[in-house]
């Protein structure tokens, strides 16, 4: 799963003088991206729709997710996923997961996976089963390090700014497979119009690379890349002044083509916690 999206946890009530403050009002998102693939040669053609949404809820958050696939995509490999998260805010800020539940239709089956986060164990159920967890299986201590894919980009949401996004190796796990992404530096990017035009600023960027771990089928070393070519790039920025962090681009190369899925909508009410 390598869908972007972003959002929260939330503030306590605290005294101003005699007066009872006012809450900051919850943060909620909504975002929809464009998939376009520019295979070799041959006129772009969009492959893939997301769109997510984000709530914070009382000492945590809430996420889904819908992709669909399209064109030269769908006849490749289907990507048709609706997925959803549940996690708690830390008394550092940061987002960790909880549940995470997700629908993957692939044109053979549709499969339906619940994964739980405890302090101490991460349970998986899957219908149909898996047969096989993948050559190695992850273990107990990679899940628990772990998180989901709709987590890491709550914590893109509200970090404190882009070296708190792009701060290294990440490793993700959805039920089954636990990949890695390593963010490099951030560095200052350019925002095009349409990016400026829904309210981003502070544009940054940095590179990706993606990592095979566990739970896959084995593979040479150069192999375990799911057909990218080159690292990604993820360009995100800040709604605002002072508001949640936005992906508003991520781009690679692959064997197909080049990849780029772009931010087409978002909307944004509520507070940005602060750690």
């Not at 943060?27 to 949404?53: F, I, Q, R, W």
């Not at 149909?128 to 299986?137: A, E, R, S």
């Amino acid at each position: 799963m390598k869908a972007r999206l972003a959002l929260v946890g939330a503030l306590a009530l605290s005294l101003a003088g005699p007066a009872l403050a006012q809450p900051p009002a919850p943060l909620k998102m909504s975002l929809d991206y464009d998939g376009t693939l520019y295979p070799l040669n041959l006129v772009p053609v969009k492959v893939l729709v997301v769109h997510a949404e984000g709530h914070s809820t009382p000492g945590g958050f809430g996420a889904n997710i819908s992709m669909k696939s399209y064109g030269i995509l769908r006849a490749l490999k289907r990507v048709d996923i609706d997925a959803e998260s549940q996690g708690r805010t830390g008394e550092d800020g940061q987002a960790y997961p909880g549940a995470f539940s997700y629908i993957h239709h692939d044109g053979k089956r549709v499969r339906h996976v619940h994964v739980n986060w405890s302090r101490a164990d991460v349970q998986v159920a899957s219908t149909p089963p898996y047969f096989d967890l993948g050559k190695p299986p992850a273990t107990l201590a990679q899940k628990l390090a772990a998180t989901d894919p709709l987590t890491q980009f709550v914590r893109v949401a509200v970090a404190a700014g882009p070296q708190a996004i792009c701060r290294g190796p990440d490793r993700f796990f959805d039920g089954k497979q636990l990949y890695e992404l390593d963010f490099g530096h951030a560095e200052p990017a350019n925002l095009t119009s349409d990016d400026k035009s829904m309210g981003l600023t502070h544009g940054a960027e940095c590179t990706i690379r993606f990592t095979e771990v566990a739970g896959f089928k084995p593979k040479p070393p150069d192999q375990r890349n799911q057909g990218l070519t080159s690292p990604i790039t993820m360009v995100f920025g800040q709604m605002g002044a002072d508001g949640p962090w936005v992906v508003a681009n991520i781009h690679a190369d692959t064997v197909i083509g080049h990849a780029n899925i772009a931010l087409k909508r978002v909307s944004v009410s509520g507070q940005r916690p602060k750690p």
